[in-house]
């Protein structure tokens, strides 16, 4: 079997377009009442299209500045990722906020967020505040509450706030909020990495 070809990793407005398909695509295959022929004429022209796209791979880096890899690639945020929620934060100092609608592919209960998603809203956005290019830092505790079922649907604000240090740690806060009110809120514990840590986590990263 031939292996695929590397090449260089490049922000193109293809690869963007190609993203904000795929989640179209995933939203309505969720709920889609097509007829099985339908359903199976869709699915060889996905394989046919996986096995042309599948012929090279991107040769991709650490790097987190815009336009990056890992900046489009975010299983959050990412503009490129195919199942992003497209939360992006905006962070001011010790605090940042985003804005994310969430569709039906991450549906939990009937019309409601899945909790997991939520949790992982609440993480990126904690560790957006948390971690940087001078601090780098990972969760190593996570404390959630969930107060009221959350929406599909409607505009979420994810909130996130470094509360204080302690040596290492860096304690922080956060909450989600629909329709005006809070459904999430949670606490956590992020470790800043040493140089050693980052040798260990990240040696066999591309």
């Known amino acids: 079997m031939t292996q695929p070809a590397d090449v260089d990793w490049e922000p193109t407005e ?3 377009e190609l993203g904000e398909a795929l989640r179209r695509l995933l939203d309505v295959v969720v709920r889609t009442g097509a007829p099985p022929e ?5 699915a060889a022209a996905i394989d046919e299209m996986t096995a ?3 012929t090279s791979t991107v040769r991709a880096d650490n790097s987190v500045v815009a336009g990056s890899y890992r900046a489009h690639m975010s299983l959050v945020g990412g503009l490129s990722h195919p199942v992003a929620p497209q939360l992006r934060m905006d962070v001011n100092g010790d605090a940042g906020r ?4 969430l569709g039906p592919a991450l549906e939990g209960g009937p019309g ?3 909790g997991g998603v939520l949790a992982l809203l609440i993480d990126h956005a904690m560790g957006c505040v948390a971690a940087g290019p001078r601090r780098p830092a990972m969760t190593v505790r996570l404390m959630m509450r969930y107060r009221k079922p959350t929406p599909l649907g409607v505009p979420l604000t994810v909130s996130a706030r470094l509360d204080r240090i302690e040596g290492r740690k860096l304690h922080l806060s956060a909450e989600i ?3 005006g009110q809070v459904t999430v809120d949670a606490e956590a514990i992020f470790l800043t990495l040493t140089r ?3 040798a260990t986590v990240f040696s066999d990263s591309v």
């Open 38 to 42: 339908d359903m199976r004429a869709a």
């Open 196 to 198: 050693k840590n980052l």
């Open 14 to 16: 293809e690869r963007r």
């Open 98 to 101: 985003g804005d994310v609608v």
């Open 52 to 54: 042309k796209l599948a």
């Open 177 to 179: 909020i629909a329709n």
């Open 112 to 114: 409601l967020a899945h």
